[in-house]
């Protein structure tokens, strides 16, 4: 591959990353409309594993040993697994998807200090300033929305999506490298789908209606959110610190709330455009690398 088609990727993955990511939003908001969040959650693991057998089938591709197979495993259940059915069961519990956003966006931080330990990451003072001022553009964004408490298991919910989406994402960088990503991600997407399908039959209806809404949404979730944009996210581990990628996760809720602007037509106040300066700022400060470092 080309030097220089490498540098067009590298420059490229964090942006398309961050869209990808945030329009997961739209998709959800179509397709939980007309299926329980395991449900849909089930159908939507058990579609990805399917194509995924294809392509291996066809491909041919190297299976990991048997250790590799189970640290995808474990990443597949707390990257897919306890954050997606985490934050999917707190909104359905009374949680407002604004404060659902706000405690999950609290991942940076935690992911910088968890890092410093385990990875043996050093986050300098600038990069500190930049993960705060990310806290902070949250803040003002979402204040008007922390209204919505919601009922204890919705908190117990979204901190436990908070705590998947951490430490898997540590948990890959620290052993998901050198692993073929076909049957690496069979496995982890395998592994969340016995989980949606064993809470789906424990507590939820299982009722489905299969319009064109659902199924338009569950295909955009499929090859874009469960293909695209986790191949992006594991290249971006592979490729940068944990606490830059990371903070990637500060842009996602302004550029859903630009999305929600131009499709629905919802309000942006003044204030979340100031917000989103300060979230700029302080991904930018967490990113940035001195001439020579």
């Known amino acids: ?77 707390m990257v897919h697994g306890l954050y997606l059915g985490g934050v999917f069961v707190a909104i359905e519990n009374g949680m407002s998807a604004g404060l659902s956003a706000l405690i999950v966006s609290l991942q940076p931080v935690l992911t910088s200090t968890i890092a410093n330990r385990w990875l043996g990451e050093r986050v300098v003072a600038r990069q500190w300033l930049g993960l705060a001022l990310g806290l902070l553009r949250v ?23 908070l705590l998947g989406i951490t430490v898997g994402t540590l948990y890959q960088k620290g052993f998901g490298g050198g692993t073929d990503w076909r049957p690496a991600l069979a496995v982890q997407y395998a592994a969340a789908d016995v989980l949606f399908a064993l809470g789906a039959f424990a507590f939820e209806t299982r009722v489905v209606h299969f319009t064109p809404q659902f199924l338009f949404a569950l295909g955009y979730l499929v090859f874009v959110l469960s293909f695209a944009a986790i191949w992006l996210l594991y290249y971006l581990i592979r490729h940068a610190a944990a606490t830059r990628v990371t903070s990637l996760f500060y842009l996602v809720p302004p550029t859903t709330t630009l999305m929600a602007w131009l499709l629905f037509d919802e309000r942006m106040v003044p204030l979340a455009l100031l917000g989103m300066l300060v979230c700029v700022a302080g991904v930018a400060l967490v990113n940035w690398r001195p001439a020579g470092a």
């Open 1 to 77: 591959m080309p030097r220089s088609f490498e540098d067009v990727i590298a420059f490229a993955a964090p942006g398309i990353f961050v869209l990808l990511w945030a329009s997961g939003f739209v998709g959800a908001k179509l397709g939980l409309a007309y299926a329980e969040p395991l449900t849909f959650l089930a159908l939507r693991m058990a579609a990805v594993v399917a194509i995924l057998a294809v392509i291996m089938l066809a491909t041919r591709p190297k299976w990991p040993s048997a250790a590799g197979m189970v640290h995808s495993a474990l990443t597949g259940l």
């Open 139 to 161: 803040y003002l964004v979402l204040r008007e929305k922390t209204a919505g408490q919601g009922t204890p298991l919705a908190w117990a919910a979204v901190t436990v999506a």
